[in-house]
């Protein structure tokens, strides 16, 4: 049952922020798989795009998923590393190594969906393996984009127009359709 709530509505992200919520994660997959799993955040605490953070969520947890169905491993490493403006997640294990042909196939909707996540995010997504040596699920995620996609507009109509509004000169820079007595805010 808590696995079917996690799974619905990752909570636990707003309660802890994203780096203790994939510890969180961590700590539930190593006790339910017996595999190490060894989470380390640098400067991923400060993001709270709610956008961003639900991906890197969604993206692990798949990652995770796929660790304890087919890699054998006995580790593996989860990490969120803030890199300027882009925020970089790896989960590595120590597994058998995802095959070649797995990486591309049409069939691995799995993968699919951490591509597509990462491409409406502007980022970008590596997957590779080794035979013996393991799989990595490499993400690249840019943080200030998110936020500049999605503008954040407020209406205040509480006051009526500011002074600076009520002159003809500006009034005319409004944009087409701006309600009166409209403030806009972004
Ligand atoms: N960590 C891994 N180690 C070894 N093989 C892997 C690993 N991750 C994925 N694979 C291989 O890649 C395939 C595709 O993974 P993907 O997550 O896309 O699909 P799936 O897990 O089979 O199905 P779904 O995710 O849709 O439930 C898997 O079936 C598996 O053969
Ligand atoms: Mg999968």
């Known amino acids: 049952m808590r696995k079917i709530a996690t799974?619905?509505?990752?909570?636990?992200?707003?309660?802890?922020?994203?780096?203790?919520?994939i510890e969180w994660v961590a700590k539930d997959f190593q006790r339910g798989t017996g595999i190490r799993c060894k989470v380390t955040g640098r400067g991923a605490d400060q993001i709270s795009d709610p956008v961003l953070s639900t991906a890197i969520?969604?993206?692990?947890?798949?990652?995770?998923?796929?660790?304890?169905r087919y890699s054998a491993a006995s580790n593996?490493?989860?990490?969120?590393?803030?890199?300027?403006?882009t925020l970089n997640v790896e989960v590595s294990d120590d597994g058998i190594g995802i095959m070649e042909g797995k990486i591309f196939d049409p069939k691995s909707l799995g993968l699919i969906g951490i591509r597509e996540r990462v491409l409406l995010l502007g980022g970008e997504a590596l997957i590779s393996g080794k035979p013996g040596e393991g799989t990595l699920v490499r993400v690249i995620l840019p943080i200030e984009k998110v936020r500049t996609q999605m503008p954040r507009m407020r209406i205040d109509y509480r006051n009526g127009p500011p002074s600076q509004f009520t002159s003809p000169s500006t009034e005319s820079s409004l944009p087409a359709g701006t309600p009166a007595g409209a403030t806009a805010c972004f």
Not at 7 to 21: C, H, K, N, S, Y
Not at 57 to 68: D, G, W
């Open 7 to 21: 799974d619905l509505r990752p909570g636990i992200l707003d309660e802890l922020g994203i780096v203790a919520a």
């Open 57 to 68: 969520f969604r993206i692990v947890q798949e990652a995770l998923t796929n660790v304890s």
């Open 76 to 85: 593996v490493k989860v990490s969120l590393e803030r890199k300027g403006d």
